[in-house]
């Protein structure tokens, strides 16, 4: 049986990057119904760039895991070219391992993943977000709390009809109440 991710990229396709994402991050208002559409879809991708990321973080951390096996391995095998003439204890062995240039290196594109790992996180966060703004734009709409303000110039003139619409037929409800 497939894995989730192995449906995602079986849907998505090629690799996904944060450039391809960023112009998602805003949301349309006058465009709801469209911005609603693609939420599942642009967190769906941003999910992929998470997961894409904390799986390179683990490879990373297992080739450190092998790195510091094999400088280790290096050490005990001819401790005086590295040690000199100091005895190869454990402590002098992970000394001088953890001072070799490829651990260093290593450790450098752990932290360069775990950077990765920690921006993809963002970016899902971001989208979360997006997705709440979405849920309280569109219960507000609903609740035609658009209705109840003047139109701005920013509206179109279909849009405006609309609410001067919603908002005659609120102050008459408004009327028909304070009257009964």
């Known amino acids: 049986m497939d894995s989730a991710y192995d449906i995602l990229n079986q849907i998505l396709g090629?690799?996904?990057?944060?450039?391809?994402?960023?112009?998602?991050?805003?949301?349309?208002?006058?465009?709801?119904?469209?911005e609603c559409a693609n939420q599942p879809h642009i967190y769906a991708l941003a999910c992929r760039i998470y997961v894409d990321a904390r799986d390179q973080l683990r490879?990373?951390?297992?080739?450190?895991?092998?790195?510091?096996?094999?400088?280790?391995?290096?050490?005990?095998?001819?401790?005086?070219?590295?040690?000199?003439?100091?005895?190869?204890?454990?402590?002098?062995?992970?000394?001088?391992?953890?001072?070799?240039?490829?651990v260093q290196q290593a450790r450098q594109v752990v932290l360069d993943s775990q950077k990765e790992v920690d921006a993809a996180r963002v970016l899902v966060d971001i989208f979360d977000q997006k997705r709440s703004m979405l849920n309280n734009e569109v219960s507000l709409w609903s609740a035609q709390y658009y209705g109840t303000n003047e139109p701005g110039p920013s509206r179109t003139e279909k849009t405006q009809r609309t609410e001067e619409e919603i908002a005659a037929l609120r102050k008459q409800n408004i009327e028909k109440s304070a009257v009964s």
């Open 59 to 102: 490879r990373d951390e297992a080739q450190l895991q092998i790195v510091l096996a094999e400088v280790s391995d290096m050490i005990r095998r001819d401790p005086e070219k590295y040690l000199g003439s100091g005895k190869a204890t454990v402590e002098a062995v992970n000394s001088t391992r953890d001072q070799n240039e490829l």
């Open 14 to 34: 090629e690799k996904v990057t944060v450039r391809d994402l960023k112009p998602h991050a805003s949301i349309d208002v006058r465009d709801l119904v469209g």
